[in-house]
T-cell receptor, first 106, second 116 residues
Framework: EDKVVQSPLSLVVHEGDTVTLNCSYEVTNFRSLLWYKQEKKAPTFLFMLTSSGIEKKSGRLSSILDKKELFSILNITATQTGDSAVYLCAAHQLIFGTGTRLQVFP | GAVVSQHPSWVICKSGTSVKIECRSL??????MFWYRQFPKQSLMLMATSNEGSKATYEQGVEKDKFLINHASLTLSTLTVTSAHPEDSSFYICSARAPQGPDTQYFGPGTRLTVL
């Protein structure tokens, strides 16, 4: 059975901290892995990863995929309160992980 | 950027009634749209894939007669929850496959359904 697992489930940090969110997957015919940020409503797209070892970066957020070990990480440096959200990863087959709830306190 | 809208944002209805939720792509044509359901503090669960001009493809365990999907045009897909019951209360989110690639989607803001 295809599955996507995220860890940790929840994370509470102070502003300025760096966090690493994990996503492991077991899916057939893997093509891509996607990261989303969900605040109060709909998820917003962050990254799409298809190749192993190539870091994608957007401001303080970066992500990388390891197709050998079947996982991806999302890094957020110098966290801000606005980073508080649920971060979802999904295999391209639209299989979503349960998400990691990040709370950043001032 | 591409925008997907949903209507209504929130609906409260009585048990046994039917509710229609609309999903529109506002500035691009979406041949494929997806419908998800999200329970509180849980992840998105894909319900069905909606293809313009053809029947929707439902995920295992989703009742097609209960959740009717119509994708009549390139910018509109509708989800009708028929004979709604309290256990259908949930957050329903649609998304549209983005023009720039098959793996990216733009999400609508979601519709919160409460069935009394």
């Amino acid at each position: 059975e295809d599955k996507v697992v995220q860890s940790p489930l929840s994370l509470v940090v102070h502003e300025g901290d760096t966090v690493t969110l994990n996503c492991s997957y077991e899916v057939t015919n893997f093509r891509s892995l996607l990261w989303y940020k969900q605040e109060k409503k709909a998820p917003t797209f962050l990254f799409m990863l298809t190749s192993s070892g190539i870091e994608k970066k957007s401001g303080r957020l970066s992500s990388i995929l390891d197709k050998k070990e079947l996982f991806s990480i999302l890094n957020i440096t110098a966290t801000q309160t606005g980073d508080s959200a649920v971060y979802l990863c999904a295999a391209h087959q639209l299989i979503f992980g349960t998400g990691t709830r990040l709370q950043v306190f001032p | 950027g591409a925008v997907v809208s949903q209507h209504p944002s929130w609906v409260i209805c009585k048990s046994g009634t039917s509710v229609k939720i609309e999903c529109r792509s506002l500035d691009f044509q979406a041949t494929t749209m997806f419908w998800y359901r999200q329970f509180p503090k849980q992840s998105l669960m894909l319900m069905a894939t909606s293809n313009e001009g053809s029947k929707a493809t439902y995920e295992q365990g989703v009742e097609k007669d209960k959740f009717l999907i119509n994708h009549a045009s390139l910018t509109l897909s509708t989800l009708t929850v028929t004979s709604a019951h309290p256990e259908d209360s949930s957050f329903y989110i649609c998304s549209a496959r983005a023009p720039q690639g098959p793996d990216t989607q733009y999400f609508g803001p979601g519709t919160r359904l409460t069935v009394l």
